[in-house]
């Protein structure tokens, strides 16, 4: 029996990239997963990649920092696979700009989309898990919001954030049975092409290269599944040794 056999999740961002990997992951661990994403082309081909392996998935588009979408989206999910028993909390944007040339809608986009994306989606799937006394909420952070990044001060605040929040929930809903934790990857290729800053950080990785969408999975299904019980509030860091704590 697969570890997540007939559980439900659903996860942000899921159009491409790591939360398109995890819902991959997921599906072949036997779970069917609401796939979000902003780009609702892009929710609808993970879909369809989903399908095609096997799996039961839907496409649930909308942007996570929008609180009535938010709203839409958790409603279908339940209106079609009747429980959300995993939430993984991946929607992000990056874009690389100094403090000092940052507008401020540049500033509260990546925390909208990071942090009050994260807060919105945890706010409206939690009473769900809380009613059915099970939960657990996986929120991608980055080692970014552990050792920031120069031109990255909105992406890192966000991601230390994410922590914070991570935190703070598992504080008050551990004892319900639901299980918060985080996940901080170093930098992973994702099949776009990679930014000079991208290969900077790369070369002076202990491991000696980039990580890819697999380094991440395995961690999201071990959080996902009953093996990580003990863990609570924690952000665990596939990162190739870019931060080591
Ligand atoms: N790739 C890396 O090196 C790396 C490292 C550390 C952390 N992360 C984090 O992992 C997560 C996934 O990153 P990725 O590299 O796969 O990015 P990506 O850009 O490949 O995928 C992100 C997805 O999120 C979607 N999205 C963006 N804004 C959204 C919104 N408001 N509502 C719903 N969906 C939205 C995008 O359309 C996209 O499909 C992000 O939170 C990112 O910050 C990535």
């Known amino acids: 029996m697969s570890r997540l056999q007939g559980k439900v999740a659903l996860i942000t961002g899921a159009g491409r990239g790591i939360g398109r990997g995890i819902a991959e992951g997921f599906v072949r661990e036997g779970t069917k997963v609401a796939v979000n994403d902003i780009d609702g082309q892009a929710a609808q081909a993970t879909v369809v990649r989903l ?76 009473p769900h898990m809380l009613e059915a006394g099970r939960g657990k909420i996986i929120n991608i952070a980055s080692q970014r919001g552990q050792k920031g990044g120069a031109g990255l001060a909105h992406y890192a605040a966000a991601k230390a954030g994410i922590i914070g929040f991570t935190k703070s929930l598992a504080l008050e809903v551990s004892r319900h049975g639901i299980h918060v934790n985080a996940i901080a990857p170093g930098p992973i290729r994702t099949g776009r092409p990679a930014s000079e800053r991208f290969h900077q950080t790369v070369a002076g990785l202990p491991i000696g290269r980039a990580g890819e969408i697999e380094d991440v999975v395995p961690t999201a299904i071990f959080l996902a599944c009953d093996d990580s019980s003990f863990y609570v509030g924690q952000t665990l860091c596939p990162n190739g040794g870019d931060v080591m704590l």
Do not use: K
């Not at 409603?75 to 700009?97: Q, S």
């Open 51 to 126: 399908m095609e392996m096997g799996g039961e998935a839907l496409a649930v588009p909308g942007d996570v920092a929008d609180e009535s979408a938010v709203q839409s989206i958790v409603r279908e999910t339940l209106g079609r696979f009747g429980h959300i028993d995993i939430l993984v909390n991946n929607a992000g944007i990056a874009t690389y700009v100094p403090v000092a040339e940052m507008s401020s809608a540049e500033w509260d986009r990546t925390i909208a989309v990071h942090l009050r994306g994260a807060f919105l989606c945890t706010r409206h799937v939690l």
